[in-house]
């Protein structure tokens, strides 16, 4: 089956620092990738849609100067967060979907930020 | 505006008992629907997806149904485990031509499981 990795897994930084997630498809090759925030007992939240060499769609309310996202190949996109804050502390999840067309998403485990 | 709504937002229940979730959506055009488990620091894991034609699906102990005239779908876990407890995420998909997202998420039942 397909499988999408993060990296890493959960991250402790402090204050006004930046942090990168990385997303991995390992088994197959994604032109589309979506990046998730989930808040403590709260579904999660759609941020941005990422396709490969293009830039990323950002949803309403998400800052792209905060949330910088490449997806410079079909298998990584990356999700930097810049200057984060203790009101970035979240689980950020990826999903990756094969090809346009095909609405299947394959998850990652999720990132735990936590910021100081 | 597409919407899913599930029910309840929590449950506890007793190991070896049964229990049914619930999810209502207003999805169109309606392309599948999928339930997804999640346990706590982890990322979604596909139960079962099930399209307009189908009404039941089940896997394992798991079982979803689906009435699409009422927009209503359930999923039914029999005699459940202490590892059933986790979030049960609803997911809707729209048929959408573009290169966007088509899915919309309910906001999870958070199910606990009682030795």
């Known amino acids: 089956g397909a499988v999408v990795s993060q990296h890493p897994s959960w991250v402790i930084c402090k204050s006004g620092t930046s942090v990168k997630i990385e997303c991995r498809s390992l088994?197959?090759?994604?032109?589309?990738m979506f990046w998730y925030r989930q808040f403590p007992k709260q579904s999660l939240m759609l941020m941005a849609t990422?396709?490969?060499?293009?830039?990323?769609?950002?949803e309403q309310g998400v800052e792209k100067d905060k949330f910088l996202i490449n997806h410079a190949s079909l298998t990584l996109s990356t999700l930097t967060v810049t200057s984060a804050h203790p009101e970035d502390s979240s689980f950020y999840i990826c999903?990756?979907?094969?090809?346009?067309?095909?609405?299947?998403?394959?998850f990652g485990p999720g990132t735990r930020l936590t910021v100081l | 505006k597409n919407q899913v709504e599930q029910s309840p937002q929590s449950l506890i229940i007793l190991e070896g008992k049964n229990c049914t979730l619930q999810?209502?959506?207003?999805?169109?055009?309606?392309?599948?629907l999928r339930w997804y488990k999640q346990d706590t620091g982890r990322g979604p894991v596909s139960l079962t997806i099930?399209?307009?034609?189908?009404n039941t699906k089940s896997n394992g102990r798991y079982t979803a149904t689906l009435d699409a005239d009422t927009k209503q779908s359930s999923l039914h876990i029999t005699a459940s485990q202490l590892s059933d407890s986790a979030s049960y995420i609803c997911?809707?998909?729209?048929?959408?031509?573009?290169?966007?997202?088509?899915?919309?998420f309910g906001g999870g039942t958070r199910l606990m499981v009682k030795p």
């Open positions: 999903s990756a979907r094969l090809a346009l067309g095909f609405d299947t998403q394959y």
């Open positions: 088994d197959f090759q994604a032109t589309t």
């Open positions: 990422s396709n490969e060499g293009s830039k990323a769609t950002y």
């Open positions: 999810c209502n959506y207003t999805v169109s055009p309606f392309s599948n």
């Open positions: 099930m399209t307009f034609s189908e």
């Open positions: 997911v809707v998909s729209a048929e959408n031509n573009n290169a966007g997202n088509m899915l919309t």
